[in-house]
């Protein structure tokens, strides 16, 4: 069983570093973004509830989220372990997994300056099939907005990586999910990572540093 959580602002790399983390410890990512996305574009009860908070840069209610991560976490997929993206989010959050029970073997907080945080957020686009993740700039697609991996085009950019709700993401973060970074120093399973170069290269980092 292993069970590891990404940590990190919006922007961090959350995602593309759980991605590669999959493939090599052959777990699933548990992205609660992603499953909220989901839920909102599907129309059910949770998406409605969610759309609101998340349309405005806002952390969506701690009973909504974690009634999600506990339904997730039951799938026969799971039953190894996996990667969480983007949960806990809050201390709520984080000690509604001690009362599931649910002992995180390492938190990987990723590192990365406010300015670069922007860059990425700004230039960000997916697939709206598939999800791959790109940037413009970064980390384009080999044919211009086209996904590499099924064709789909054009790629999309979210409506929460505009401007304004970028920085309201920030505060969200640092008001609320900040403080979680010295809570797992206290309980020594806090692997810091700079979050600033090559993707690959932090990968290798995040690897070296689980002595992987
Ligand atoms: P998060 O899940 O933390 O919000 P993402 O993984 O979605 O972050 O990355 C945000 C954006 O930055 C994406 O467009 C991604 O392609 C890009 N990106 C990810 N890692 C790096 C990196 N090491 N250097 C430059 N850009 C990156
Ligand atoms: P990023 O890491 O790029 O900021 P996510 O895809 O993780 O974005 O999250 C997008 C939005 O979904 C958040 O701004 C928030 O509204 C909502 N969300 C995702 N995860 C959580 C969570 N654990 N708690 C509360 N809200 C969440
Ligand atoms: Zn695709």
Same mark, same amino acid.
Not at 64 to 75: A, D, S, W
């Given at each position: 069983? $292993? #069970?590891?959580?990404?940590?990190?602002?919006?922007? &961090?790399?959350?995602?593309?570093?759980?991605? @590669? =983390? *999959?493939?090599?410890?052959?777990?699933?990512?548990?992205?609660?973004?992603?499953?909220?996305?989901?839920? $909102? #574009?599907?129309?059910?009860?949770?998406?409605?509830? &969610?759309?609101?908070?998340?349309?405005?840069? @806002? =952390? *969506?209610?701690?009973?909504?989220?974690?009634?999600?991560?506990?339904?997730?976490?039951?799938?026969?997929?799971?039953?190894?372990?996996?990667?969480?993206?983007?949960?806990?989010?809050?201390?709520?959050?984080?000690?509604? =997994?001690?009362?599931?029970?649910?002992?995180?073997?390492?938190?990987?907080?990723?590192?990365?300056?406010?300015?670069?945080?922007?860059?990425?957020?700004?230039?960000?686009?997916?697939?709206?099939?598939?999800?791959?993740?790109?940037?413009?700039?970064?980390?384009?697609?080999?044919?211009?907005?086209?996904?590499?991996?099924?064709?789909?085009?054009?790629?999309?950019?979210?409506?929460?990586?505009?401007?304004?709700?970028?920085?309201?993401?920030?505060?969200?973060?640092?008001?609320?999910?900040?403080?979680?970074?010295?809570?797992?120093?206290?309980?020594?399973?806090?692997?810091?990572?700079?979050?600033?170069?090559?993707?690959?290269?932090?990968?290798?980092?995040?690897?070296?540093?689980?002595?992987?």
């Amino acid at each position: 069983m $292993k #069970r590891l959580m990404m940590l990190g602002p919006p922007g &961090a790399g959350k995602g593309t570093q759980a991605q @590669k =983390l *999959v493939e090599a410890f052959e777990i699933p990512q548990i992205s609660t973004g992603d499953l909220l996305r989901a839920a $909102k #574009r599907n129309g059910t009860e949770l998406g409605k509830q &969610a759309a609101p908070f998340m349309d405005n840069g @806002k =952390l *969506v209610p701690d009973a909504l989220v974690i009634g999600m991560v506990k339904e997730r976490i039951t799938l026969p997929d799971a039953k190894n372990g996996y990667i969480f993206d983007g949960f806990p989010r809050t201390r709520t959050q984080s000690e509604a =997994l001690d009362e599931m029970d649910v002992v995180l073997d390492h938190v990987i907080s990723i590192e990365v300056s406010e300015p670069e945080l922007i860059r990425r957020l700004a230039g960000r686009r997916s697939c709206k099939e598939c999800k791959a993740v790109y940037h413009l700039e970064f980390a384009p697609p080999t044919k211009a907005d086209t996904c590499d991996k099924c064709g789909c085009s054009p790629l999309i950019q979210r409506s929460d990586d505009q401007p304004a709700k970028i920085k309201q993401r920030l505060i969200e973060y640092a008001a609320e999910t900040s403080p979680l970074i010295e809570f797992y120093q206290g309980k020594g399973i806090l692997v810091q990572i700079d979050g600033e170069g090559d993707p690959k290269e932090i990968k290798k980092r995040i690897q070296s540093a689980l002595g992987t």
